[in-house]
């Protein structure tokens, strides 16, 4: 019925919708779903987009694809919920279905300001009048587009802000993923990029009212880091400037950067008046297979939150739940903070209340093996020593600690993933979020991270080695969902 490349109008939607109930229950059968993480109810999902609390509402927008799960039409779905447990399903709410944006409406971003909310996004369209097209110099439209909102559901006319004659001349044809935020009485948006030189980057504009946009700068770095800068989020915590960004095409350096595409966050000064700014470092985001395009947003407490994508594009590894007829899923909220300068990450207070029953407590030295039986857990770890480790989080998936290297090996059920590694010079705290087919692990309260899905659902938890300290194990509950098309 849908094809690449061509408009998708909401009711073509809904009549899909209605005659393809056999294909959700098909989704819904496989006992993979996960049970407290965001996925698509069938198809495809990718990128957060347009996050944001309004009026008490957090609203979790996505790039969405109902009816076949490798991605081919980019919608945004969207998710509501006002304690990340209870969520609402409002279906696929943004189409591509407009001359701007008929090929894909992509990744773009929310901004709140006197009771509206104001969406930014990417319209993709590919040209197909030549056959020697490279849709990277040449054949691809990237159009930045604007709507409002006053509930997150309705949506004005969509508004053509920029086009590829826009962006700077020395650009390439890929430019997109517009995130907008403010500083001071100006409004900026900050957009993903690559130049001709195949140099990743990203461009920043500047605006007095959200419609008109002025190029500023651009902020890269003096030797290539990758040929492309996805996804990019400049933000300020606490007096300290990050950016968050995706770089394609940065070479592995021993065990960082290992995987197809990175996730980075740099920390920079950046110096808005002169428009100065200077590097001070770049490090990987998350240390697992899947983790890409996160976006981050602050809520109506003043927390800066992170959700991320929990999968990757171009990957060499796959995911089973193909074959039920969708794939991947987005990671759970994370706050994030700044200590010694550096970006932390913790999981959001709010999912202890996925905490069901009492907790299995139990202290251990290196003579005894802790064992549990559950698959769907989290576990706190506090160590008093640990010169090695060995932690089996369910059959044949181990985390191991030894030579201050902590590697996340998921052997034969990786479905392609093998090992992931960072360095720790003392390992004092884990955090594991097991669900029935990812995991999430903070490491000293969220130094690292690894993020990544996993495919056996069997198997116990235990820990051993030279390492003495305090397990507490809590089973976890299922978040609650309704809400969609059939209701």
């Not at 590919?126 to 110099?137: G, L, W």
């Not at 479905?415 to 097991?434: C, D, P, W, Y």
Request: hydrophobic share 30%; with cysteine.
């Amino acid at each position: 019925m849908f094809k690449k490349y061509e408009k998708v109008l909401k009711e073509d939607y809904e009549k899909w919708y209605r005659e393809n109930k056999d294909y959700r229950k098909q989704a819904a059968a496989d006992p993979r779903r996960l049970r407290f993480h965001l996925m698509p109810e069938t198809g495809w999902l990718n990128d957060p987009n347009g996050l944001c609390q309004f009026e008490g509402v957090y609203h979790i927008y996505y790039q969405y694809t109902p009816f076949e799960p490798t991605g081919e039409l980019k919608l945004w779905g969207h998710y509501m919920t006002k304690d990340f447990i209870h969520y609402e399903n409002d279906g696929p709410v943004l189409f591509p279905d407009t001359d701007m944006d008929a090929h894909g409406a992509y990744s773009g971003s929310a901004f709140v300001e006197d009771g509206r909310i104001h969406f930014f996004y990417t319209g993709n369209l590919k040209y197909f009048d030549r056959d020697d097209y490279d849709y990277i110099h040449e054949g691809r439209g990237s159009n930045t587009i604007s709507f409002t909102s006053k509930n997150g559901h309705d949506f004005t006319t969509k508004e053509l802000l920029m086009t590829t004659k826009d962006y700077p001349k020395d650009m390439t044809q890929h430019v997109r993923d517009p995130k907008v935020f403010k500083h001071g009485s100006k409004y900026y948006m900050i957009l993903g990029a690559r130049d001709q030189n195949d140099q990743g980057m990203a461009l920043l504009y500047q605006s007095e009212n959200l419609k008109v946009w002025d190029y500023v700068n651009r902020i890269t770095t003096k030797e290539k880091f990758g040929y492309m800068w996805e996804c990019p989020d400049l933000f300020e915590i606490e007096n300290q400037m990050f950016l968050i960004f995706c770089p394609q095409g940065v070479e592995k350096q021993g065990i960082d950067f290992e995987n197809v595409h990175q996730n980075a966050v740099m920390k920079l000064s950046y110096d808005f008046d002169t428009n100065e700014y200077e590097i001070e470092d770049i490090k990987l985001l998350d240390r697992g297979f899947d983790f890409y395009a996160p976006q981050t947003f602050e809520d109506e407490k003043g927390r800066r939150i992170l959700i991320g994508w929990m999968g990757i594009p171009d990957a060499d590894y796959t995911n089973p739940t193909i074959e039920n007829g969708w794939q991947h899923a987005l990671t759970l909220p994370r706050q994030l903070s700044v200590k010694n300068g550096r970006l932390i990450q913790k999981p959001l207070d709010e999912l202890q209340h996925l905490r069901e029953g009492n907790p299995t407590v139990n202290t251990f030295d290196s003579e005894q093996k802790i064992v549990f039986g559950d698959v769907v857990y989290e576990a706190n770890v506090e160590y008093n020593k640990c010169s090695s480790m060995n932690m089996t989080l369910r059959e044949g998936i181990t985390l191991t600690y030894e030579g201050k290297i902590l590697t996340l090996d998921l052997g034969k059920y990786g479905a392609g993933r093998t090992t992931r590694k960072v360095r720790v010079e003392s390992l004092n705290h884990l955090q594991i979020f097991a669900d029935t087919s990812s995991v999430e692990i903070f490491v000293n309260h969220g130094e690292e991270t690894f993020t990544s899905r996993i495919y056996n659902l069997e198997g116990k938890l235990s820990v051993e080695g030279q390492c003495e300290g305090t397990i507490t194990v809590y089973p976890l509950k299922s978040f609650e969902m309704k809400g969609g098309y059939d209701e």
